[in-house]
């Protein structure tokens, strides 16, 4: 099991240090985020920090995965707030989450993908590893990330269409 909690805290590591290196240099988009999902005074400082915390705490999943994994899991629960209040309150900014790479207003379907990574950090926190990755886990770990991929999308696209197999799709014209 040490290989599936070793792979899955290298993913991890991979999305909070993409996210991380994301928001380097970007404070103020980053600041602009985090005040539109009403932090308020602390979104200057919070924009300066968080970066940092994301990148250490990518650092610590690939070197210490038992102490990192619950920090990981900490910060998406808080993350994960942050984005349904702004969902509840109808915020129309996007999640900031990768240095404001995606503009559209967050969405449920963020939400899915953060409950898919905690998910991840709770494996890895378990059977933390490090362990020789065999192929058996990273197939494990890759198709599990997929299907939580598939499903949030599949999500979106209902909650966006009001189904999914009902789409109408354009037809060509005669």
Do not use: H, Q
């Not at 009403?38 to 610590?60: K, S, T």
């Amino acid at each position: 099991m040490n290989g599936i909690g070793y792979t899955a805290a290298l993913g991890l590591a991979i999305v909070f240090g993409a996210a991380g290196l994301a928001k380097v240099g970007r404070v103020a988009v980053t600041a602009a985020g985090l005040r539109a999902f009403g932090l308020g005074a602390v979104a200057g400082p919070l924009a300066v920090v968080l970066p940092l915390v994301e990148v250490a705490v990518a650092v610590g999943l690939v070197l210490r995965p038992a102490v990192a994994a619950p920090i990981a899991l900490a910060l998406l629960v808080a993350f994960s707030a942050v984005l349904r209040r702004g969902i509840r309150a109808g915020v129309v900014a996007g999640c900031g989450c990768f240095g404001g790479v995606d503009r559209r207003p967050v969405r449920p379907r963020d939400l899915a993908r953060n409950g898919a990574l905690g998910a991840g950090a709770t494996v890895a926190w378990l059977w933390p590893g490090p362990a020789a990755i065999d192929a058996a886990s990273v197939a494990l770990v890759s198709v599990t990330g997929a299907g939580a991929l598939v499903a949030a999308a599949l999500w979106d696209l209902r909650r966006a269409t009001g189904g999914i197999w009902t789409l109408d799709l354009p037809r060509e014209a005669s």
